[in-house]
């Protein structure tokens, strides 16, 4: 079955260090995905979307992520996070072609002042 | 500008007690329609999604059905509510295609008590 996994499940980190987030699925097929976020009270956002092309793409309040195809793997990251980068993260896949988005279980990602 | 609501945002209902949670999406055409759990470590879990009117689409058996009596409307209804119904209900809509992202709307926190 296909299936996303966001290995990290809490991160804290201080303010200016750099951020990571893992997101890995299962499918082999083609792919479009995406990062939301949640800011505490707030609904879900787009951050970013991979769609094709360039596999480093550029999203909002200066997130990228990385799409490997090799490794089945779409990274978040942020050089330097922000107090009000606190908030949960999820990575989504849609198969190319269908209407199904299949989510991570998200990570929440505190950041200290 | 496509806005989508989704009402009420919070409700407690007994055990055995119907519901009926909605949704509307204005500003656009024959979009593609969602409901999502989100649950704590579970991330977001598709229940239903939607093509076209009266088109519905499930994912997981369950004690929820859903209708899409126009186009723009999505209900998730139940004839009598289970204690495991408890959770955060989200309402997305896409384009046509559904490689465009989600927009989610604010959610509903149901308790079953």
């Known amino acids: 079955a296909q299936s996303v996994s966001q290995h990290n499940h809490h991160v804290i980190l201080s303010e200016a260090a750099s951020l990571e987030l893992g997101c890995n699925y299962s499918y082999g097929g083609t792919v479009n995905l995406f990062w939301y976020v949640q800011y505490p009270g707030q609904h879900l956002q787009l951050l970013l979307k991979y769609f094709s092309g360039d596999p480093l793409v550029k999203g909002i309040k200066g997130f990228e992520a990385e799409f490997i195809k090799s490794k089945f793997s779409f990274n978040l990251r942020k050089p330097s996070v922000q107090w009000s980068d606190t908030a949960e993260y999820f990575c989504a896949v849609n198969p190319a072609g269908t209407y199904k988005y299949i989510f991570g279980t998200g990570t929440r990602l505190k950041v200290l002042a | 500008s496509q806005t989508i609501h989704q009402w009420p945002a919070t409700l407690v209902q007994p055990v055995g007690s119907p519901l009926s949670l909605e949704c509307t999406v204005e500003g656009t055409s024959n979009p593609n329609l969602y409901w999502y759990r989100q649950a704590a470590g579970r991330g977001l879990q598709l229940l239903f999604y939607?093509?076209?009117?009266?088109?519905i689409s499930s994912e997981v058996p369950q004690n929820l059905s859903a209708s899409r009596p126009q186009d723009r409307q999505f209900i998730l209804s139940s004839k009598k509510l289970l204690l495991s119904d408890s959770g955060f209900y989200l309402c997305a809509w896409s384009k046509t295609g559904g490689s465009h992202g989600y927009t989610f709307g604010s959610g509903t926190r149901l308790t079953v008590v």
């Open positions: 939607s093509v076209g009117i009266g088109q």
